[in-house]
């Protein structure tokens, strides 16, 4: 019973900054240069990360900060629930998110999120889907921008596995950057399928950042996949599947 009446807090607070935002901050937003519009924005991002300690009883184990590199990079993180894709945004700012069209058409958060220029796909069209991350990614790149890619596609619950997609990796190697590895079981706190959080340990661990110079996507690929699985069956509380999936 206190965690739905915790969560029932958490989403009170949950809706009504993103109002405030949508009130105080939207109409400002456009006029302010592309860094300054993530300084904004952002607020919120933090405010969430706060309040959902504060509110749900979760404690924060973050360790790796410091392997965060001072340029761009493509960043790829494992994707369970809502929670990550706020964290990965302050974790570091700017970053370009790849993300599902449909994300832009809700209200406020959907208005927030075109301001910062995300990469957004049609995803019942995955070859025109394919190109785009590629030519918009490396774009994105020269312009001093991270990119956030989650190689499994979609989300993706804890104790499962799926395959990982090797577009992070590509458009990495394209643009001469590193890929920065992430890993987290916040799906254990913030389930993605269910609107009660459950209070305990958040963990995230960052990795060292892969370098792509002079190799192959597929290569990069494989060391993401392995660095991410292996945190994984560390700091998961839910027993993580040992072999790859099948099929892609």
């Known amino acids: 019973m206190i965690q739905v009446v915790r969560s029932i807090v958490f989403y009170a607070g949950y809706f009504t900054a993103l109002l405030a935002i949508g009130v105080l ?8 240069p592309l860094a300054g519009r993530y300084r904004l924005l952002n607020l919120y991002n933090h405010f969430l990360m706060f309040w959902f300690r504060i509110a749900c009883g979760v404690r924060y184990d973050i360790q790796g900060a410091h392997n965060l590199p001072d340029g761009p990079c493509v960043i790829q993180a494992n994707h369970q629930c809502e929670w990550e894709t706020v964290f990965l945004q302050v974790m570091k700012p700017p970053v370009c998110t790849v993300l599902k ?4 058409r809700l209200p406020i958060f959907g208005w927030g999120l075109r301001l910062l220029r995300p990469i957004s ?9 394919m190109k785009q991350v590629l030519t918009q990614g490396v774009e994105r790149l020269g312009t001093g921008l991270s990119v956030l890619i989650f190689p499994e596609g979609t989300r993706v619950d804890p104790g499962e596995r799926k395959r990982y997609n090797k577009s992070g990796s590509v458009v990495a190697c394209r643009a001469g950057v590193p890929v920065l590895p992430v890993a ?3 799906g ?5 399928r269910h609107w009660v959080k459950r209070p ?3 963990r995230v661990r960052i990795g060292k950042p892969i370098e792509t110079a002079g190799r192959m996507p597929d290569e990069v690929l494989v060391d993401v996949e ?3 699985e292996a945190q994984l069956q560390e700091i998961s509380d839910v027993p993580r599947p040992t072999s790859r999936p099948a099929s892609r």
Request: aromatic fraction near 12%; proline fraction near 11%.
């Open 184 to 186: 987290h079981n916040a």
């Open 226 to 228: 392995e660095w991410i």
């Open 200 to 202: 305990g340990v958040l």
């Open 188 to 192: 254990e706190r913030w389930p993605g």
């Open 25 to 32: 901050f939207l109409p400002i937003a456009p006029f302010l």
């Open 121 to 129: 796909l049609d995803r019942s069209k995955p070859a025109r889907a």
């Open 101 to 104: 069209r449909e994300l832009l």
